[in-house]
């Protein structure tokens, strides 16, 4: 780089800083048309009645101004449960890990989401290194601009010290280039990774993604993840957790914008079913799909504006998610290849709630996996269980 | 041996001198029949008054024992929905309350309930009388695993543990409604 090219950063940096304008500097790290060419390869599935054919996958949940505007609209619904519960509670859960986490961290977030989190984490890394970066990392630009603005709000980070990242991060290639990019920013200064919100249960391979994200952190940096967790996995909590999602119509409305905003459907938000399943013995699972109940078939017109048929009774899934059992938490932590240096946990405490639901809050570091739980870790359940 | 000699020898003479006292009667002039109808009537409500205040004795004692049985149920449910088993009490470490069951043991010990007429209810003080130690050793248990650990998150898990839907707690808090309805006392809605 020559000295012309650092004082045009430094002019760029300045010019973002002394600014009212809300600039914001957005590295987009894929083709988009990519990404829509992708959307549509998933609406083109077989069909199936069951939720497992035409998809849209997570993160296109997000993608574009109207699924972002819906999020933020469910996020503030007091009957989503889940999302009110993990803000509600993400001060008090914060609060009890966050002394684990030393001086000197630079912040990368997964999923940026509303922000209000990030900004919490924000404000605690800020005290101990003004010269923070923070880099979060989203496949939805909008989503990237709404949680941005929300997560610097007030906690005196300067503009230019905010990097946010348009990239699908479920994807291995990507991850690589982000670790470049990370590294090259940070040097060997460490990082806090961070995936919250129940991020990880939307990913159909789950498990994959977390050790592909964990992978990125070096010895010196710590992994924060939260997940919504159930004390038991059976088939009659697989529908308390189904009640949980469908009883919010701002929810419905969420899952359906991304159908409507890429579609020409006429959306009806009764439509949306909710399937809830026991996945083994480490979740429980719910499907959101959305089923064709006309009575006919219909043609829908995709992104590219190829019409294809949507028989009757076909489904195109929205959105999945999960309720990990907490028992499973330690097991999914070691295969990341993580071990788990402090985690709390928070119950929805609420009669609406299922007993035995809430959110779980770790921190994470990479190193030796964890070795299995030897006997008496269990002592409590030993203790009270029957 | 000596008691049931007594008895004998106290209900055989009660029978002869009522006996002699019936015949007495029958056998006297009919001027003189008020003294022996006297005897014949003092000796029956002697006999009689025997057995009324036993089953008088009995049926106090019984009473007395149902009452205080059920005091020491109200005050275990005093205790099992106070803060310290709330499950939205603190998850640090504590000393919990224990569970009473003096009265029980005394109702039991003492033979104020009725093997026949109380059979059930004994039935289920004894089960209520098991799972009252049971939850005593438990909690003992659990303070001395917690306080002996180092990790504050062996508390957050005893927490857990002790809150799980269908584990041992619940089923005590089952057990102590089961009791209270089988007393007659209102049980939690």
């Known amino acids: 780089m020559t000295a012309s090219d650092g004082r045009l950063v430094g002019d760029l940096a300045r010019a973002i800083d002394e600014s009212d304008f809300a600039w914001s500097l957005v590295l987009v790290g894929e083709d988009q048309r990519d990404k829509l060419a992708a959307l549509t390869s998933d609406l083109l599935n077989k069909p199936s009645t069951s939720g497992d054919g035409k998809q849209i996958t997570s993160g296109y949940a997000y993608w574009g101004i109207g699924p972002t505007i819906a999020w933020a609209h469910a996020c503030a619904d007091p009957f989503y449960l889940v999302m009110k519960q993990s803000l509600d509670s993400f001060t008090r859960r914060w609060g009890r890990v966050r002394g684990r986490v030393g001086e000197g961290f630079h912040h990368v977030s997964f999923g940026v989401g509303t922000g209000h989190k990030d900004r919490l984490v924000l404000e ?86 977390l050790a592909n994200l964990t992978a990125l952190a070096r010895p010196q940096d710590l992994f924060l993840l939260e997940v919504a967790t159930t004390e038991a996995v059976n088939d009659d909590l697989a529908q308390d957790a189904v009640e949980e ?87 999914i932590v070691r295969e990341a290849g993580m071990r788990k240096v402090t985690g709390t946990h928070s119950d929805f405490g609420v009669p609406r709630s299922s007993q035995g639901f809430g959110m779980d809050l770790l921190l994470l570091a990479p190193g030796e996996p964890v070795p299995a739980p030897r006997a008496d870790d269990d002592v409590a359940d030993v203790i009270w269980g029957n | 041996m000596t008691r049931i000699a007594i008895t004998a020898l106290t209900f055989g003479a009660l029978a002869v001198a009522m006996a002699l006292g019936v015949t007495w009667f029958v056998v006297s002039p009919p001027g003189d029949r008020w003294e022996p109808a006297v005897n014949s009537f003092a000796l029956l409500a002697g006999i009689t008054g025997i057995f009324a205040e036993r089953w008088a004795a009995q ?94 998150e062996k508390a957050e898990q005893f927490h857990t543990a002790l809150h799980r839907a269908n584990g041992f707690f619940q089923g005590v808090r089952a057990l102590l409604d089961e009791a209270q309805a089988a007393l007659g006392d209102p049980v939690r809605p």
């Open chain 1, 124 to 209: 605690h890394l800020l005290e101990r290194n003004p010269g923070l970066l923070y880099v979060p990392v989203d496949m939805s630009s909008e989503m990237l601009r709404l949680g941005t603005q929300e997560a610097t709000h007030r906690v005196g980070l300067r503009g230019h010290r905010v990097v946010p990242v348009q990239l699908d991060f479920s994807i291995p290639d990507n991850l690589a280039e982000l670790r470049e990019l990370i590294h090259r920013l940070v040097g060997d200064e460490p990082v806090l990774y961070s995936l919250l919100g129940n991020t990880l249960a939307n990913f159909d391979q789950d498990d994959e993604l």
């Open chain 2, 59 to 152: 049926r106090e004692q019984r009473n007395q024992a149902i009452g205080s049985i059920r005091l020491e149920m109200a005050r275990n449910r005093e205790t099992l929905d106070g803060e310290a088993f709330s499950a939205s009490a603190s998850r640090g470490r504590r000393v919990y309350p224990r569970l009473v069951q003096s009265a029980v043991d005394s109702a039991l010990s003492s033979g104020a309930l009725s093997p026949h007429r109380d059979a059930d209810l004994i039935d289920l003080l004894h089960r209520w009388r098991t799972a009252v130690a049971s939850v005593n050793r438990r909690l003992e248990l659990t303070e001395m695993l917690v306080f002996t650990s180092a990790s504050e």
């Open chain 1, 245 to 331: 999602y469908a009883r919010s119509r701002a929810y419905r409305e969420f899952v359906t914008s991304a159908l409507l905003h890429n579609t020409d459907l006429t959306i009806n938000v009764d439509a949306v079913q909710f399937r809830g399943a026991v996945e083994g013995d480490r979740a429980l699972k719910v499907k959101v799909v959305y089923q064709n109940q006309t009575g006919g078939d219909i043609m829908m017109m995709l992104p590219d504006r190829n019409r294809v048929p949507f028989p009757d009774r076909d489904t195109i899934r929205l959105y999945l998610t999960r309720k990990y059992a907490r028992k499973a938490l330690d097991g």
